[in-house]
Every structure is written in C-alpha cells, then in structure tokens.
C-alpha cells in the first residue's frame, strides 16, 4: 500500500508484460470483496487506438466545457498525460446485479448502492495496490459522467454497466514527490 501513489507522469514502455498486468488485472476482479458477494465489479483494459480514442473522446468533452484559453491549455495538458500512458483500465459496476439484490432483499435495499461504491473502490485500490508492486504507475480517474454512454457504445459493453473510474497506467517517467499526513491520532482512535 505504501509503494501506491498517484503518478501522472506516465509513458508507453511496462516494467513488465502485458499478459502480467492483465493476469493481475482478472485476479484482483475475481478476489476483491463485495457485498454479498454480488460480484458487481467490471473492468475492462484498453491499448493502443481504443486506449488514445478514449482520452481525445475525454479531451473534445472537456474542451466544450471550458471556455477560457489558459484553461483549455491546461485541460489539454493534463489529458496528453494520460493518453501518453500504456494503456488504460476502466472500471464498471453492473447495476442489473444490484437492481436485482435491491428487489431480493428489500430491508437492504437503499445500502446496495452505496456497497456496490465500496466495492468498487475496493476493487479500484486493490488494481492500483498490484500495479504498484509491479512497477507500473497509475493514477485514478472520474470522467464516466461525461463518456459513458459513448465508452458503451463503442466498446459494445451492458447498457447495465455503470462507468466509475479510468486508471491510466504505464511506466513511471517522473516518480510521485513527497507526501504528508495528518498525525495518526488525529484519524485513529483507540477506545478501551
């Protein structure tokens, strides 16, 4: 956990085979906890043009939306960060899945969202935690709002899958700068 940061800095070239970060990929979806076990997590990884499609269709969303020049700029710089990176994993949860536990199970109904959030957030960190001890950098980040009806359609996914995060990922060009932390006792408490 302590070697997982945030690295923006990202390039082409993997510390280590493709097939090893796929393979990670799978095993962290298989084995991160949910609710119930409900399993509604979902990834899908993306090279090459599907990889670049994504981040210039991220790009023409953005620049829509920002209308000072100096902020088109840095939108544009930012998001060149990411499309210079490896490849990228998106992350899905399958709304079908919890629509049905809601139904099965009414007492829980209004929590299996909120578990469904942190179970893909669990599942996220869990990606971003095997990375990092491959040393593959990795950031995270939340652009679904914008792209998920056309990541959908293009990648012919469930109209059921929710998009939640896209984690650029690749080799680490420039590694994270230093990190503070609040004091321990002001975020763990010990009651006895």
């Not at 076990?37 to 023409?60: C, F, M, P």
């Not at 953005?62 to 710089?77: C, H, I, R, S, W």
């Amino acid at each position: 956990m302590k070697k997982r940061r945030t690295i923006y800095n990202l390039g082409k070239e993997l510390p280590v085979m493709k097939s090893t970060v796929e393979d990670a990929v799978r095993e962290v979806i298989t084995y991160a906890p949910s609710a119930f076990n409900s399993q509604t997590s979902r990834a899908v990884i993306l090279y090459g043009k599907e990889h670049d499609w994504l981040w210039d269709l991220i790009l023409s969303k953005l620049l829509a939306m920002v209308p000072d020049p100096e902020q088109k700029k840095q939108t544009e710089d930012k998001i060149a960060a990411f499309k210079a990176a490896s490849g990228t994993i998106l992350f899905f949860e399958e709304m079908a899945t919890i629509l049905q536990l809601q139904e099965q199970m009414p007492l829980y109904s209004e929590n299996f969202t909120l578990w469904s959030h942190h179970g893909t957030g669990i599942a996220q960190f869990s990606v971003w935690t095997v990375l990092a001890e491959l040393k593959v950098g990795a950031s995270l980040q939340h652009y679904g709002n914008l792209i998920e009806k056309e990541v959908l359609a293009h990648f012919s996914l469930p109209a059921s899958w929710s998009l939640t995060a896209q984690m650029p990922f690749g080799s680490i060009m420039q590694e994270a700068g230093d990190k503070d932390f609040l004091p321990s006792e002001e975020r763990v408490r010990v009651i006895s």
